[in-house]
């Protein structure tokens, strides 16, 4: 126990299996709201010297929406508005039970799922609320294209190796094998040029400055410039890669943890399709059609070109998720020259 009052008690906690600390604070505020602003104060202190993660459960004896209270008086704006000034001062955020749950926004950095469990009240008025954390299995690893493989000198010539004739009579077992070979090389050049991008990130910027200052020193030293030049171009080639990477994991996070069968994904992939549904056809002039006309008709009948194959592949943005093997639009866009024919 790190700190306690009459209406909040604050300890610190570690999880005896894996050694982790988080901080947890038990509320039992006053029921006449002036008596519960030492309390909110308290807890916004508590919210600024907090580094980790921060849970607070109890009953605050307030509301945060008009839904809270099913009987007695009326709610009003100014009932809601203290502890909707808690959630924002302390940073904060709710999860669901009959009685108060919050945690910081660093909660789930640390803890990758939890859930307040509601027991069986007994002759209380409040329910006893168990905190659990579930334990969540790392998902496979798995082959996925990173653009920045694409600005390694090496990228072309890994591209190049092993091509199947595009004319054989069995390019589709060829190509099965042509993109096995691919994803081993490109691990390959991930491992040998990549797999330490942070440590790159860091210590790139201090053999950069250390050269600079070296080339102020002697600045007609040929031999420092061209050595000033290298560091800088690599240390803008090491970011270019960082921001590459993180741009595809934000979408590889979604793929991972997002697209799994909860409310929340069925909910955004709804909404996605009725932002993709087509309600009615529409001609040049604007006016409203049904179905095609007979030159329309011909023309999505006729056979698509390499230029139409090409304007396709280069329409999908890079992140977009690529199929099971793993290769991006990405890979086909940075090596159309080599690919092109095989697509």
Known sequence: MLEKSDQYIHCRVTQLQNN?????AYIYGHNHDAQRHPLWEALHHL?????????????????????????????TDQHIQEMSNFVVNCEVQEMPSPDRVFINNVWYEEFDFTLAKLLSHGLSDHTPILIQFQVTPKPPPYFQFCDMWSTHKEFLDIVSTGLPNFRSSNIMRLARDYFASQRRQLRQLNRNSFHNLKSQQESAPNTLLQLQQDLQSSPDNESLKYLENEARNK???????????????CKVDWIKYGDKNTRFFHARAKQHKMAMYVYSLQDATGTEVEGFDKEQQVDLCKPFTDKDIKDAMFSIPNHKSPDL???????????????GPLV
């Open 20 to 24: 982790k600390h988080f901080h947890i």
């Open 47 to 75: 919210s600024t010297s907090i580094q980790g993660a921060w849970c607070l459960l109890g009953d605050f004896n307030a509301i945060l929406t008009k839904d809270d209270r099913i009987w007695g008086n009326t709610v």
């Open 235 to 249: 240390y803008i080639s090491i970011l270019s890669s960082s921001l590459a990477l993180i741009r595809q994991q």
């Open 325 to 339: 093997d793993g290769f991006s639009s990405g890979y086909f866009k940075a090596s159309w020259s080599i690919t």
